[in-house]
C-alpha cells in the first residue's frame, strides 16, 4: 500500500480504558505509515488504559473527547475491541451519535472483536454481515445483522474482524476499504 493512498486521511478511534492493545496499537500504526492522520476520541481526556487479553499494559494519549470531536471533521473510523472497552463505549450516547453519523456520511468503519457492540447499540447493525470475537455473534444476529466466522469481512462500508490474530488481514482490508473511500470521494468531487 503505497502511503499517498492515505495521505492525510482523518481517521477517528473511538476507544475508552481497557481496550484491547493490539487492536488500537498495530492498527493505528498501519494508518500512519500509508500517510493517515489519527486521532484517538475518548469519552473523557488525559489518556487511556490498555490492556493485553486480561493483563493491563501501557497508556495511550487521547487526542480529543467526544464533547470536542466533531465527525464531520473525519474521513473514516477504527473502533478497536477489548470487552471492557467495546462495553463502555456502547452506552455513551456521544459515542453511538458520533458513530452513526460517520455511517450516514457513508465514510469507512473498521471494527474489530468486540467492537460492533458500539454499531449493536447505536441501532446500525441491521441488514449488515460482519464478523467480531466469538462470544458477541448473539448479539449481532438479535440486532439483525449476519455474523460469519470469518478472518476479515467487508460489507459495504465497513470491515470487520474477530481479534488480534486476525490483525494482518483486517490492516490490509481496512487500508484497501479506506483507499478506495477516498477514491470513490475524489471521483465524486470531480
Not at 484517538?40 to 464533547?67: C, N, R, W, Y
Amino acid at each position: 500500500m503505497a502511503a499517498e493512498k492515505l495521505n492525510n486521511l482523518r481517521v477517528a478511534i473511538l476507544a475508552t480504558n481497557d481496550f484491547e492493545e493490539a487492536e488500537l496499537i498495530e492498527t493505528r500504526k498501519a494508518l500512519n505509515e500509508a500517510g493517515a492522520k489519527t486521532s484517538v476520541i475518548a469519552p473523557k481526556s488525559g489518556k487511556i488504559q490498555a490492556m493485553k487479553h486480561d493483563e493491563k499494559s501501557g497508556f495511550v494519549d487521547v487526542d480529543l473527547t467526544l464533547d470536542q470531536a466533531n465527525p464531520d471533521d473525519f474521513d473514516a473510523m477504527l473502533l478497536p475491541g477489548g470487552a471492557l472497552n467495546a462495553d463502555a463505549l456502547r452506552v455513551e450516547p456521544k459515542a453511538q451519535e458520533f458513530v452513526r453519523r460517520i455511517d450516514k456520511a457513508g465514510k469507512p468503519i473498521a471494527v474489530i472483536c468486540h467492537g460492533p457492540w458500539l454499531l449493536v447499540s447505536a441501532g446500525l447493525a441491521k441488514g449488515h454481515t460482519l464478523t467480531s470475537y466469538h462470544t458477541i455473534q448473539d448479539d449481532i444476529r438479535n440486532a439483525g445483522a449476519k455474523w460469519v466466522d470469518k478472518e476479515v469481512v467487508t460489507d459495504h462500508n465497513w470491515v470487520s474482524s474477530r481479534q488480534p490474530d486476525d490483525i494482518p488481514a483486517f490492516n490490509s482490508a481496512m487500508l484497501e476499504l479506506f483507499a478506495h473511500s477516498r477514491q470513490k470521494a475524489a471521483a465524486g468531487a470531480r
